[in-house]
């Protein structure tokens, strides 16, 4: 039997261990390796040795098995459950682990309270007291796992900025470039859902890689150690966060401080897709150069979703969430008077 003599039977062997049941694919392995053995060892070469010709044909030979072992493989589990697949199994234990929280959607800009799955995008545009720009495509989000029960991990992309100069200015805009990469890992600790009590209390921590160029980006690593409250009124839902950012070396401690955040966002839910919301985001400056001063915005708003990509599938997990807003400083200290906040968000 010369090389590749043999490539008839081996299909002929793998599509009966394919087609038949358990019973017969035992018999059709032990006639695979036979047929190999036959085609590589025994061949044209005396005594079963392998010769030069042979040996220069055996890469191919084994690209050859390889693609025959992966039509065999396609070709087994083609014939299992399609419920029984991994992203099935993947998916009802997500639903399975969020039934026992509130159904809110995340705000636009609080960290959401519960525990969620997403694949998120946003872009802001700021516009700073002496009337600069800067637009933040991404703003730190990313995709956001529920790898096991009551835990939530994100990684975040590192956001890229757009600087515009104001309008006649002679000094140039800051230098584009990106921001940094960060983190998010939120335990929750206790939960009830819609129909039983309707609120969620959480913990989680935002770590910060600094990756930005062109001081994007802090100088230092930081990790922000925050509490997340929620609490659900029929129709209305209430979700608080606050924590305070330490850095890891004293470079950004001595610019920067450690800064003290607290989110307060108030949805209320309208017809079957819109919530339209109200937050206030606000900032105290503990140490650093702003040490003692406080900015706060408000952020009115509006989220329409989810929007299922097969409603007719009650399984399916699969739906969009956009939405917007603009924040508008209400503090006389503020590092910009008011933000376009833009949101578009694919839950898996």
């Known amino acids: ?3 590749f003599d043999f490539a008839g039977p081996v299909i002929e062997a793998l ?3 394919g087609r038949t049941t358990a019973d017969h694919v035992a018999f059709a392995h032990p006639k695979i390796e036979k047929l190999i053995i036959q085609g590589m060892v025994v061949g044209t070469c005396p005594r079963g040795a392998f010769c030069h010709h042979n040996m220069n044909k055996l890469p191919l030979t084994l690209l050859f098995l390889l693609g025959c072992a992966s039509v065999y493989a396609q070709t087994t589990s083609a014939t299992t459950d399609s419920d029984q697949n991994f992203y099935a199994r993947f998916c009802t234990q997500t639903n399975a682990i969020q039934s026992k929280q509130p159904n809110w959607p995340p705000p636009l800009v609080t960290t959401y309270t519960g525990l969620f799955q997403v694949v998120r995008f946003d872009a802001l545009h700021q516009i700073t007291p002496t009337l600069g720009q800067t637009w933040n495509i991404d703003n730190s989000k990313g995709v956001s796992i529920i790898p ?3 835990t939530e991990i994100d990684v975040n992309l590192p ?24 983190f998010l890992g939120k335990f929750r600790v206790v939960s009830a859902n819609d129909k039983s009590g309707a609120y969620v209390i959480s913990i989680f921590a935002l770590a910060t890689i600094p990756t930005g160029s062109y001081k994007n980006g802090s100088t230092d690593a930081s990790v922000t150690p925050s509490l997340a409250v929620g609490k659900g009124f029929g129709p209305l839902a209430i979700q608080t966060t606050a924590g305070t950012t330490l850095y890891m070396d004293r ?3 001595k610019t920067t401080g450690n800064p003290v955040t607290w989110n307060l966002a108030a949805q209320y839910k309208i017809a079957k897709y819109f919530w339209p919301e109200l937050e206030s985001n606000a900032t105290f400056y503990k140490g650093g150069t702003n040490h003692g001063k406080s900015q706060e915005f408000l952020t009115p708003g509006l989220l329409i979703g989810k929007l299922k990509l097969h409603p007719d599938d009650a399984h399916s997990r699969a739906g969009l969430t956009f939405g917007g807003g603009m924040q508008i400083a209400t503090s006389t200290f503020h590092s910009y008077n008011h ?8 839950i898996y």
């Open 1 to 3: 039997m010369a090389p």
């Open 148 to 150: 096991w029960n009551r």
């Open 339 to 346: 933000e376009l906040v833009l949101t578009a968000r694919w």
């Open 159 to 182: 956001p890229y900025l757009d600087h515009i100069a104001p309008s006649g200015s002679t000094k140039p805009a800051p230098t584009n470039g990106a921001g940094d990469m960060s």
């Open 251 to 253: 470079p950004a401690t």
């Open 15 to 17: 599509a009966e261990a």
